[in-house]
């Protein structure tokens, strides 16, 4: 039994180590070195090259190192027959509310203003709303949006979360389904998207749906960026309907260099550096879940491939 390893920030030796340390074998092939692809049972991925996944025959199971997928399923090579099994992740979790804060925490503070001003030496000081007037939209209640909503309750927003399924988190109003969308969004003073890209959510915000939220309302983008139709934030931003985005996720990535996010004065960038994986904590979970499946167990959570996510 061998596994496929393709991650390129990662440290081998401490993946190896871990999967050791778990009794899930130690036979890490990695690019360049990948043997009998036959030996091949378990792909460990973070953006494989295009048709790699499709070339090993006896693959049980792909682990994602990652909460998102889609750099497994946009390859139009990909094995599909074989479950998907994606990260879930404390640690990951805790970075993302640590982003998502320190966001919501520069917009609702007006620090992006205060970014602009300093060019100029310009001293000039905004209020604010109480942190329980500003209403924060959070799209996806799943393992980040969860924890999202509980720590900016924590802080005394209005929390309003959205979903599929119904949900209950103490203190946030929690609607689910399309229809209850344009509500959401009328509450969206700032927006935090934290859906996958799935067929429903792509171009999910667009011309209609900015339209729907608070004129001067802030967007907090850490999903994919197939969920945004550039063309229309950028229009939006021009237009002062959004007054600054943060955007931690892209069509293309890297962002191109020609990208007209980079030069704009009311988008922030982040590198998809979000809620990067750990590498410890990341290789420990895999790890366990190859060895429960030797154990004759199996491994969770598999994408549901028809829902998307
Ligand atoms: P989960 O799968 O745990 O949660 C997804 C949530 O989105 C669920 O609450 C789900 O609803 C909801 N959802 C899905 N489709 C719809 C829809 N059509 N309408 C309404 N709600 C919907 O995902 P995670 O929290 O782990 O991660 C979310 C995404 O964030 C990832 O897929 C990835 O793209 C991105 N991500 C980005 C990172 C970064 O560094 N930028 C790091 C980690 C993740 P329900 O609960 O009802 O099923
Ligand atoms: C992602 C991740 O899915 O980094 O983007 O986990």
Redesign the pocket.
Known sequence: MAIYFHWDQATDDLWRAAFHHAGAGSDLRLEGKLGDPDDIEFAVVWAPPKGRLGGFRNLKYIFSI???V?HITLDPDAPLHVPIVRLQDDM?VLD?SCHVIHWVLHFHRYYNRYRLYEAERKWLRHRYPENGERRVAV???????FDVCRRLRELDFDVTG????A?NIEGVTCL?G?ETLPQVLGRADILVN?????P??TDLINVKTIGEMPDGAFIIN???GGTIIDADLLAALDSGKIEAAAL??FREEPLPQNDPYWNHPKVSITP?????SNEKSAARFIAGHIRRVLDGGKPWPIVDLERG?
């Open positions: 990652g909460a998102g889609t990951l993302m799209l996806g209640l799943g393992q980040t949006g959205w979903s599929r399924s949900k689910h399309e934290l859906l996958p890209l799935t429903d959510t850490c999903s994919r931690d996720v998809h550096a979000a809620a990067p996510y």
